[in-house]
């Protein structure tokens, strides 16, 4: 069939077009705002952020830890069996060197989020957080690291309440 | 299991650009329209529309499948959106076919459409909610980190090199050069012109990742008694699956799409299929990301794990090789208007396998294909395999 046609449609616009006022478009904002309520699992995870521990959560069925923890388990589909407080150690599972800030900025120096395996939990379980106090050059997938917490009365049961991560030293 | 043969007898699409003058409507329009005319049939002869796009956040209109459906030729006809994220192009074309199959249509047309231009100024922006709302967006995350993140860990897992990786970037683009729809076909492209390019959030570079882009992709698919009465070269689909992982991404093994492997599994049974590395003879793995290829490939059972790049390497991907993989371009070459994206995939094994793909024809009458897609926040895995 591509072979027989010559012409496809579709109409490809370039910048010129804009300026030079050939095209038509209406501009417009939408503006949502949301209040979203944490839940019973989440809600116990940053609650306990709060008092500077990360919470995870226990199915005996599975054998698995998990974190963040929820209330129900997605493989066995039960109830979890127990909320577990976890380190806030862990090890860089992987991590990236990203030089493009969420609105698309150039930066020099570069964010380096990264998913970190939460020591107490089960192998290859962790959370999206940032590293930091570290030469981006020097992150190495498998570092240890841990967690750096904001001070007592500044936490706001939030993930933020978690600075970042920073090398631990190896026992 | 008592389910009637289903074959694809006419495909349309429109060029895939970075922005269309064309609205969605008139893209589906077009693609819709030029997949009848490809089979000589009208409107009367479809029984029902599936339609494929992407989230409504795209277009900032709220319910797109409503807003699409005359352009989809869905008017006074059962219709339906499907909606897997990124999968959704090789999901929407199943959900024609278990239409057909089941019994309850003869005739299907699948659209699948996505204008991601009209997101202002960048639809990177669109994506940032797939994160989740409580536990991540206050890390103010942006979409490349997912990828960043799974690139790495895929890369040191198995010790694959950037240079490895951007030899499917080079293999894609050029593939493009002879599609003549595409956006970013590039016949003099080269291994260096990616490990150049401009680091985004490493080890994610500019040409690692498929350009933003607008189109439109539809199929016309038929019951068997309809199909070998509209066409001698009716294209078969022969297996279908799709499975999910947990939405917990960073409670999963970042390494391997075991999804994609399970959603592999349930196709390759349907077609009969044992050893899908003899008997799969075009492959078209998503690739919205070079490594996404080589990672997808693994899944797919088609290379052993961590060693996909090889078949890069060695020239057995190649659309002269023995499993020629993404001979269209895939999305880093042709594009990646996301739904319509999966969909020209589709397009793609029907013209190949019908020997009508021109000058991106893979040569020794190829007889059966495999199309992938990938998506939601990286755990659906989306499987068609058709053959003639």
Known sequence: MTAKIKEFPGT???????????ILYNFDKLNGAFSWDTGIGIGAYLASLKNGVILGSHCKTCRKIVVPPRIFCEWCFRPMDEFIPLQ?????NTYSLCYVTWD???IKDPEIPAVINIDGASPLHGIMHMLGEIDPQEVKIGMRVQAVWKPAHERQGSITDILYFKPAKEN | MG???VAVVGAGMTKFVRRAQETPKELSW???HMALDS???TMDDIEAVCLGTAPDAFDGIHLNGEYLSDGAGAWRKPYMRSYVGGGTGVFVPIQGWYHIASGLFDVVMVVAEEKMSSFYPHAQAAFLTIFDHITERPLKPNLLWIFALEMNRYMTTYGISKADIAQVAVQHKRNAADHPCSLLGDADITVDDILNSEVLAWPVQRLDVSPVSDGAVAVILAAEHIAKRITDKPVW???????LDTSYWTNRDLAYPRYVEYAARMAYDMAGIKEPRKEIHIAEPYDPFDYKALHHLEGLQLAERGKAPELYSDGTASRTGNMPICPSGGLLGVGNPIAAAGLMKIAELFWQLRGEAGLRQVPGQPRRGLAQAWGDLMQVGTVVIMGR
Not at chain 2, 237 to 243: Q, R, S, T
């Open chain 1, 12 to 22: 490809s616009l370039n910048e010129q077009d804009f300026s030079d006022g050939k």
């Open chain 1, 88 to 92: 806030d150690t862990g090890i860089v």
């Open chain 1, 104 to 106: 698309v900025q150039r």
């Open chain 2, 3 to 5: 389910m009637r043969k």
């Open chain 2, 30 to 32: 077009e693609a819709a």
């Open chain 2, 39 to 41: 089979c000589e049939m």
């Open chain 2, 237 to 243: 689909i022969e297996g279908v699956g799709w499975h």
